[in-house]
């Protein structure tokens, strides 16, 4: 896994936690020689992995809609800035790029950037790892959804096994890469 993608709110968050974990998340891609692939953001959390990131002089790609342009970080040696027309397209190139998928706490944006890649894991469009980090809970909801979901028979308990889910992205991120794809029958 050389490449990570990171979906992540535009703002910081309520808690000292999430910024501890985009320093594990910095580190972790320093230790494996990886690349970070985020949204381009230079605000809230995504600014911060941004900052971390950097600091760890770990490489770099944003993929940035060009209605953010303005909220791009800029480019620099070790940062590459992908412009693409909207944001359809700037999941589908993450898609591409990206050997993992780390969902952080984040708001609307970042539900639906998961949303997405996971349903696409459905699919076998996606056939990478995805780590849900946990953080104090924060995802418990948005689980417990996913259990009922599977507990009223519109999706198999399989698709929800699929996912890491880990309260340290570190740990989940080592769990993935022992990650084997297996598609799941969807219908029953």
């Given at each position: 896994?050389?490449?990570?993608c990171?979906?992540?709110?535009?703002?910081?968050?309520?808690?000292?936690?999430?910024?501890?974990?985009?320093?594990?998340?910095?580190?972790?891609?320093?230790?494996?020689?990886?690349?970070?692939?985020?949204?381009?953001?230079r605000?809230?959390?995504?600014?911060?992995?941004?900052?971390?990131?950097?600091?760890?002089g770990?490489?770099?790609?944003?993929?940035?809609?060009?209605?953010?342009?303005?909220?791009?970080?800029?480019?620099?040696?070790?940062?590459?800035?992908?412009?693409?027309?909207?944001?359809?397209?700037?999941?589908?190139?993450?898609?591409?790029?990206?050997?993992?998928?780390?969902?952080?706490?984040?708001?609307?944006?970042?539900?639906?950037?998961?949303?997405?890649?996971?349903?696409?894991?459905?699919?076998?469009?996606?056939?990478?790892p995805?780590?849900?980090?946990?953080?104090?809970?924060?995802?418990?909801?948005?689980?417990?959804?996913?259990?009922?979901?599977?507990?009223?028979?519109?999706?198999?308990?399989?698709?929800?096994?699929?996912?890491?889910?880990?309260?340290?992205?570190?740990?989940?991120?080592?769990e993935?890469?022992?990650?084997?794809?297996?598609?799941?029958?969807?219908?029953?």
């Amino acid at each position: 896994m050389k490449k990570i993608c990171v979906f992540c709110g535009s703002n910081s968050g309520d808690d000292q936690q999430y910024q501890e974990q985009v320093q594990r998340l910095a580190q972790y891609l320093k230790t494996s020689a990886a690349s970070l692939v985020y949204g381009g953001g230079r605000l809230g959390m995504m600014g911060e992995i941004f900052a971390a990131v950097r600091a760890q002089g770990c490489p770099i790609i944003g993929v940035v809609p060009e209605i953010l342009r303005k909220e791009a970080v800029t480019a620099a040696p070790g940062v590459t800035l992908e412009y693409v027309s909207d944001m359809s397209a700037r999941k589908k190139r993450m898609l591409e790029l990206a050997d993992a998928f780390v969902i952080l706490p984040g708001g609307l944006g970042t539900m639906e950037e998961f949303f997405q890649v996971y349903s696409w894991n459905q699919l076998g469009i996606n056939r990478k790892p995805i780590v849900v980090t946990n953080i104090d809970g924060y995802y418990d909801q948005l689980l417990a959804f996913l259990q009922d979901v599977v507990d009223h028979g519109f999706m198999p308990q399989a698709n929800l096994d699929s996912l890491i889910v880990t309260q340290d992205v570190a740990k989940g991120l080592k769990e993935a890469e022992n990650y084997r794809y297996q598609k799941v029958n969807k219908w029953k």
